[in-house]
């Protein structure tokens, strides 16, 4: 089972930048994927952007440009980086794992962007 703690989220005023810490408890080499979602209130849960264990990304259109996931191998961990933030990235930022064994996610963390 992989733990996964996420740090870095805050009160940032538009245009402002943060960046969130995904901590995995194993390698993240032996997680197909990570990635991160987001839920604002009273929406669903939506993906942000993910990477693969091969170093792939992707991003959904709305973050495209402004968001860029990477990760660091030695220290198990995935980041995302947001610029240019708006209001209507404000929600909780979850992580995620997907593994052949299952699907695994962090307490979340909450970004408030203010206008």
């Known amino acids: 089972q992989v733990q996964l703690v996420e740090s870095g989220g805050g009160l940032v005023q538009a245009g402002g930048s943060l960046r969130l810490s995904c901590a995995a408890s194993?390698?993240?080499?032996?997680?197909?994927?990570i990635n991160w979602y987001r839920q604002a209130p009273g929406k669903q849960r939506e993906l942000v952007a993910s990477i693969s264990s091969g170093g792939s990304t992707g991003y959904a259109d709305s973050v495209k440009g402004r968001f860029t996931i990477s990760r660091d191998n030695a220290k198990n961990t995935v980041y995302l980086q947001m610029n240019s933030l708006k209001p209507e990235d404000t929600a909780v930022y979850y992580c995620?794992?997907?593994?052949?064994?299952?699907?695994?996610w962090g307490q979340g963390t909450q970004v408030t962007v203010s206008s």
């Open positions: 995620n794992a997907r593994k052949t064994s299952g699907s695994y």
């Open positions: 194993e390698s993240t080499f032996s997680i197909n994927a």
